[in-house]
């Protein structure tokens, strides 16, 4: 048995790394019946002779063979077994380091989700279409892979429908082609490497509605009946992703796509170059601003510059929530401090004991760490001043572009940045050190250079109980309510002082 993965617990696949995907889909909307071809190309980093995948029983496989690249040599697959999310896969002798081969899996049925402890992920049957979500384990319920954070790939979707549906997937889209009757079949292609949980494809009766953009294209795809609100509450979607280009780099993708679909969802999700929100998202009464911004941002923090592991999933969340409040700045709604005061407010009434450089797999998606997070990087804008902090943050989205980091990589890329400056680095891991690494809130950030300010104490002192009335309010909300409906609670409030 290999070793697992401490938050998901899922053993690794060893021994090899896959670097494309070809997915071959043949999909019935009516009875959601899915018919594919997964073709894999791996290359080998050890001597193996059998190897596993990811892939959860939702669906049945068919038939698996092996192909090797390898002039005058064979390959072929001696058995297989699906059996406990994995595929296991046998071959007939020992492949080499270094060595290339194919893997192709046929497999069937109806697919679904996959069952976990944050609910169930990954394909999901809508009223009329599909959608798939898979982050962090889902990308197993309807192709086989290596479903890790760290292992990026390229990728080549082809799916044939059905008329009246559109398909809108992971990768550059071609023109549909017709392949007999009302079929058709639409074809993506990424040339991005794409973390598996970040692979979509969405189902449905579409149009596409244009966004003005000076980037990219940018593009909504939604029912008809939605094109009114829609055209309302995303038409600063192109202005919005010019502004985080401006600030946080050149856009990593060849365009942006959202897809709104008909039913209603809980919350919107981000894949790579798209966003996905439910009919409930599109008001017309601009009532999910915060939430367009910050899937948006996912395209640079969490899609191009990915995570090695889920421990460090402030770096996506954290950077994802402060640039909602840079953008209401930017609009100018309100600066980002008041944001940074209401959030930080919340979270002295709540429990403090969560360590956001290792949450652990409850607390990863935890409200508490996007906010933390996003007043880490705050406390860090404070500290460096405006110049040297986005030019801090366009170094790390641009030198990290396509790749994997971890919280050690970001403290160097900032201590580097500090020394560089002659800023003192006690100051930056001090900071580091109380944000990320305590559990006890530290004192509300400011700026450690203001007059009659003492820098050690503005970096690394104690919290204090704040005064506000809107504080208050909250502590009496806490009293009465969940977590959950405190946190609904907390966004009437904002809306009520105009934080948005």
């Known amino acids: 048995m290999h070793a697992a993965n401490n938050y998901t617990e899922i053993p690794f696949n060893l021994g090899f790394r896959v670097d494309h995907y070809h997915l071959d889909l043949d999909y019935r909307v009516g009875p959601n019946r899915l018919k594919a071809t997964a073709t894999l190309k791996i290359e080998a980093n050890a001597h193996i002779d059998r190897m596993t995948l990811d892939f959860a029983d939702v669906l049945g496989v068919d038939a698996v063979d092996a192909d090797t690249e390898i002039r005058g040599t064979d390959l072929d697959v001696k058995r297989w077994r699906q059996s406990g999310r994995k595929l296991r896969i046998y071959f007939d002798r020992e492949i080499q380091p270094e060595e290339t081969f194919t893997l192709t899996v046929k497999y069937s049925g109806t697919p679904g989700p996959v069952g976990s402890r944050w609910g169930e992920l990954g394909w999901e049957e809508l009223e009329n279409g599909s959608l798939v979500a898979s982050q962090p384990i889902g990308a197993a319920s309807w192709f086989p892979c ?101 600030m946080f780099g050149p856009y990593p993708f060849p365009d942006y796509r959202v897809v709104v679909v008909e039913d209603t969802l809980e919350i919107p999700l981000e894949a790579q170059g798209m966003s996905i929100f439910g009919s409930n998202h599109a008001t017309g009464e601009d009532s999910w601003t915060r939430l367009i911004a910050h899937e948006l941002s996912h395209q640079w923090f969490g899609n191009s510059v990915g995570i090695t592991q889920w421990r460090d999933i402030w770096l996506n969340e954290g950077f994802a929530c402060y640039a909602e409040w840079l953008w209401a700045e930017r609009s100018g709604r309100r600066p980002a401090s008041e944001f940074a005061r209401h959030h930080y407010d919340n979270l002295l009434r709540k429990p403090q004991d969560l360590l956001i450089s290792d949450p652990g797999p409850k607390d990863m998606f935890d409200d508490r760490l996007y906010k933390r997070g996003a007043l880490t990087v705050h406390a860090l804008r404070l500290l460096l001043g405006d110049d040297l902090f986005f030019e801090l943050i366009q170094r790390w989205t641009t030198r990290n572009r396509h790749s994997v980091v971890d919280t050690v990589d970001f403290r160097a890329q900032a201590n580097r940045l500090c020394r560089e400056n002659g800023i003192t680095t006690s100051h930056l891991d001090t900071l580091f050190e109380v944000w990320l690494y305590r559990s006890a809130l530290p004192a509300f950030p400011v700026n450690p250079s203001a007059p009659g300010v003492d820098p050690h104490e503005a970096i690394g002192g104690a919290a204090k109980a704040p005064a506000s009335k809107l504080g208050a309010a909250i502590t009496r909300l806490g009293s009465r309510i969940s977590d959950a409906a405190e946190e609904r609670a907390d966004e009437a409030v904002a809306s009520d002082n105009e934080l948005w």
């Open 146 to 246: 290596d479903d890790d954070p760290e292992t990026k790939a390229r990728y080549t979707i082809t799916m044939v429908t059905d008329a009246p549906y559109a398909v809108v997937a992971t990768g550059v889209p071609k023109a549909p082609e017709k392949v007999g009757g009302s079929r058709k079949r639409w074809t993506f292609e990424s040339e991005e490497p794409v973390a598996t949980y970040l692979v979509t494809i969405q189902v449905g009766e579409f149009v596409e509605i244009p966004i003005e953009c000076d980037s990219v294209p940018v593009t909504v795809w939604a029912p008809k009946e939605l094109a009114t609100r829609i055209r309302h509450d995303f038409r600063d979607q192109g202005h919005m992703l010019d502004q985080y280009a401006e």
